[in-house]
């Protein structure tokens, strides 16, 4: 009897990174289940700020920021005494380009010209505990299937799929079986443990007790939402959630209990005449480890589990890992869906892993975490921060001209098309509006820009002749690049030559020039980066 081979992916964890690998699958079509031990959502928020580029692939499974940040909005820090007390460096918190370019970034504000623009995306606050059920809910719309009080015991692999050792919400012991599996069960992953993948890099630095409460602090706090308490006997960062909650973390190591935590609330705000709510408490640990290795045959790694990297403001945590289970999602549905071969997943591991290491050392590059950079350990070169966000390329079988000798991240400007970067954001006119590049290219399909016809044609019959979807877009035809940018310069190709963008959004190949046969060409380079099963050409 030959077992039945269930095609579903299934996700273990159904906080940030789980509920978007649920999404971007389901938003493929692919059958999905979510297992979380938790009933419910964690009290204590820890993430807030997501990125312009997690806010690209948000929109495109259709969830937007429905409450931006208003113009004047500025993610500011300020060193202060206590709130209400002497503020240190009040010349850097005014002069917040200056501060920007220094001390990290600043996702959450918002760019004016001449300032270049990266993204037609703007950072996005929102507290991870009223994020979490906005992502759920989209999942569950697209056909997700999220089962809380569920506990991964164990999972196995063979050939044909996985299959997790389930105790579900009656406390009985199930089997699930599945394709494949991602485990984004955070940093103190089942699934990696079980698979005993060892993790590097700089490791545990310190244990963080935090406290969250609800206080009215706007009278004063002049709209800055991150507060460093530096007092003889209280060493303290203060973040504002942006909704009234606000969560000290105590840089030391004292035990406090209620009636102390109350007085170090109020020694930090430096008055006592406000009303004081204490919600939670937590206790973590500021760790900062990358797994060996983000697969194991069917299973992956992502998120914290792949990855855990301390809060700093370039917001790594998070947007990491949401950004892992995106260049993931798109592999498995077209494996599924017998498009691609296998081969397709193993470049999941070359691409991430690479972006997740860079990201550990450039947070100890960067102001907050310098001093705890071990001695041992040189301190690398700083890079951009929208070099960070927006270009660090990937390096893979299923890219074409990308190499180890280029830089590990660039400005998109200054790829200037590169494979293995991902689509420069511009604008263009379509449809009699301006819109972002992005929405040039198919988040379904492959998607070919070019400037000249011949390569229409082309676009067209591998198309028809393939299993895998290939758009075509003219650009300067139906979408007009707004100037100063022109098509050549963007891409670094001539007017003739064609760009071929990957589902999610990753430049896998382009070619200067005409070739004699484009639609043979085309139909090679398609069976090479995405990994054709069969061939389907003519
Ligand atoms: C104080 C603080 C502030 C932060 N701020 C930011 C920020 O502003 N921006 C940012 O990008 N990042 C931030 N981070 C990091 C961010 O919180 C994490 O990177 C993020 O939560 C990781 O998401 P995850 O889904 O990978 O893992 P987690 O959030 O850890 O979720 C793992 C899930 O898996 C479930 N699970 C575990 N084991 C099992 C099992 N065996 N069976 C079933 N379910 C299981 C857990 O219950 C949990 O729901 C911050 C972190 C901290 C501590
Ligand atoms: C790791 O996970 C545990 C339990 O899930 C949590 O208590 C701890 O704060 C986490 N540590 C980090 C660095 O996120
Ligand atoms: C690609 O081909 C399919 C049929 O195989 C067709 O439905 C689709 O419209 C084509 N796409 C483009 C952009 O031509």
Not at 400 to 422: N, V
Not at 424 to 436: I, N, R, T
Request: charged share 20%; aromatic share 8%; with cysteine.
């Amino acid at each position: 009897m030959s077992p039945i081979i269930a095609e579903a992916v299934i996700v273990v964890g159904a906080s940030l990174v789980g509920l978007s690998a649920a999404l971007c699958l389901a938003s493929h079509n692919v059958p999905t289940i979510v297992l979380e031990k938790h009933a419910g959502i964690s009290k204590h928020p820890r993430a807030i700020g997501f990125t312009p580029r997690t806010m690209e692939i948000f929109h495109s499974v259709g969830i937007e920021n429905n409450d931006p940040a208003p113009d004047d909005f500025k993610l500011e820090r300020a060193h202060v005494e206590s709130v209400t007390g002497k503020w240190h460096s009040s010349s850097s918190w005014s002069d917040t380009d200056k501060q920007n370019n220094e001390d990290g970034m600043s996702y959450l504000q918002k760019e004016k010209s001449p300032k270049k623009e990266y993204s037609a995306a703007r950072g996005y606050a929102n507290p991870q505990d009223k994020l979490e059920p906005i992502l759920e809910a989209r999942a569950l719309e697209l056909g997700a299937d999220v089962r809380r009080q569920h506990t991964l015991l164990n999972v196995e692999q063979d050939e044909n799929g996985v299959t997790a050792t389930v105790r579900d919400s009656q406390g009985v012991q199930i089997q699930i079986k599945g394709s494949y599996l991602i485990a984004a069960d955070g940093n103190r992953s089942t699934v990696r443990e079980l698979l005993q993948i060892a993790r590097h890099g700089r490791g545990f630095m310190q244990n963080i007790q935090s406290v969250l409460f609800r206080a009215p602090l706007q009278q004063w706090t002049k709209g800055i939402v991150q507060f460093d308490i530096d007092q003889p006997s209280l060493k303290a960062f203060l973040a504002s959630y942006s909704d009234g909650r606000w969560a000290l973390m105590f840089k030391d190591d004292i035990e406090r209990d209620d009636e102390a935590l109350r007085a170090a609330i109020y020694q930090a705000i430096g008055t006592t005449s406000f009303p004081l709510e204490i919600i939670t408490t937590a206790n973590w640990e500021l760790t900062a480890l990358v797994a060996d290795t983000f697969q194991s045959g069917r299973i992956f790694l992502a998120g914290d589990a792949a990855h855990t990297l301390p809060p700093n403001r370039g917001g790594y945590g998070a947007n990491t890992g949401i950004h892992d289970v995106h260049n993931l999602a798109w592999k498995l549905a077209a494996v599924l869906s017998g498009q691609s071969s296998a081969e397709l997943l193993d470049t999941y591991d070359a691409e991430r892993r690479p972006v997740a290491l860079l990201r550990h050392d450039q947070i100890f590059v960067r102001a907050d975490y310098k001093v705890h950079l071990p001695t041992a350990m040189p301190a690398g070169e700083k890079i951009d921060d929208n070099a960070m966000e927006f270009g660090q390329i990937y390096i893979s079988n299923g890219i074409i001209g990308s190499s180890e000798s280029l830089p590990q991240a660039m400005k998109p400007d200054e790829w200037k098309g590169q494979p293995g970067t991902h689509l420069p954001h511009f604008w263009v006119e379509m449809d009699g509006g301006c819109q972002s590049s992005l929405d040039l290219v198919g988040s379904k399909s492959w998607t070919l820009l070019f400037a000249s016809g011949e390569w229409e044609d082309a676009a067209c019959r591998v198309n028809e002749t393939s299993s895998i979807p290939l758009k075509g877009v003219q650009v300067g035809q139906s979408a007009q690049v707004v100037p100063p940018n022109d098509f050549s310069a963007l891409f670094g190709v001539s007017e003739n030559g064609c760009v071929l963008v990957r589902p999610d959004g990753y430049i896998a190949w382009r070619l200067a020039g005409l070739p004699s046969d484009c639609p043979q060409v085309l139909d090679d380079i398609l069976c090479q980066v995405a990994f054709r099963v069969g061939d389907y050409a003519n």
